[in-house]
């Protein structure tokens, strides 16, 4: 039995040295695939930050774009408001003048400016002195330069309704 014995021994000394090398061998191609997916695993994990980071800085831009957009919309919307407040101002101040110089200046108070300011000036540029009125408005305002002009008038000032085509 003896010599049994060793060719058993000798076998299972071989089938455990075969499993150990197996074993030896499984544990480290496990490592392997335990490293290569761990080495994975990073990469991807890698490529997923670097787009997630790269899609915050798009959104991010985007935003400051829309944000800029916005300010500058709103700027321009400033400045048409101010436009048109002063275009409505100035048109309500001109016709608010317009009512209130009617009201305030008579034919007689007109008739004396203008004739103050012909009598001032000097005979030859009194030629080109051309004063355009409305037609209904003409003869009120003439009496009243022909008496505020009584005298220069004696000396040749004329009054002359001309309709006005300009």
């Known amino acids: 039995m003896e010599a049994n014995e060793i060719p058993d021994v000798q076998l299972k000394e071989l089938i455990d040295a075969i499993n150990r090398d197996g074993v030896e061998k499984a544990r480290r191609e496990q490592e392997e695939i335990l490293r290569q997916a761990r080495a994975e695993g990073e990469r991807i994990r890698a490529e997923a930050r670097a787009e997630a980071d790269a899609l915050l800085a798009r959104a991010r831009q985007e935003q400051e774009r829309l944000e800029r957009s916005g300010r ?9 408001l101010v436009l048109k407040v002063r275009q409505q101002l100035e048109a ?70 001309q309709v006005h085509r300009g």
Not at 140 to 157: D, S, T
């Open 72 to 80: 500058e919309s709103l700027q321009q919307a400033a400045r048409d």
């Open 92 to 161: 309500l101040f001109a016709a608010l003048l317009k009512e209130k110089a009617r009201a305030a200046l008579h034919d007689k108070e007109i008739a004396a400016a203008i004739a103050a300011m012909v009598s001032g000036w000097s005979p030859e540029r009194r030629e080109g002195i051309e004063i355009v009125l409305p037609p209904e408005r003409f003869e009120p305002m003439a009496k009243a330069l022909r008496q505020a002009l009584a005298a220069r008038l004696a000396a040749g000032v004329d009054l002359d309704p």
